[in-house]
């Protein structure tokens, strides 16, 4: 079984900064990609930014200089510093990463359970 767990959103005002954690954990036998996506109330889910396994990283747009994903593949977890947050960026965040489970089968789509980032005065 493997699970990815995020941590770190919360409530912040413009300005602000939040730093996001996703912790893959069970049997692991390499993560590829792992990422960050957001879904507003209203909206479809959107990629926010992307890691590679070789650290080659990929933002959406609209994050671009305020957000910098990173990985720390000894721990098996990615974070997302989040900068200058405005009201726009306000969103349910997921983790999402492939992972392969073992040397026998592909590797596979896995998400967490999202966590609320509100930026709000």
């Known amino acids: 079984q493997v699970q990815l767990v995020e941590s770190g959103g919360g409530l912040v005002q413009p300005g602000g900064s939040l730093r996001l954690s996703c912790a893959a954990s069970?049997?692991?036998?390499?993560?590829?990609?792992m990422g960050w996506y957001r879904q507003a109330p209203g909206k479809q889910r959107e990629s926010v930014a992307t890691?590679?396994?070789?650290?080659?990283?990929y933002y959406a747009d609209s994050v671009k200089g305020r957000f910098t994903i990173s990985r720390d593949n000894a721990k098996n977890t990615a974070y997302l510093q989040m900068n200058s947050l405005k009201p726009e960026d306000t969103a349910v965040y997921y983790c999402?990463?492939?992972?392969?489970?073992?040397?026998?089968?592909?590797?596979?789509?896995?998400w967490g359970q999202g966590t609320q980032v509100t930026v709000s005065s």
């Open positions: 999402n990463a492939d992972i392969r489970r073992d040397y026998f089968t592909p590797e596979y789509d896995y």
């Open positions: 890691i590679t396994r070789g650290d080659s990283t």
């Open positions: 069970g049997t692991i036998v390499s993560i590829y990609d």
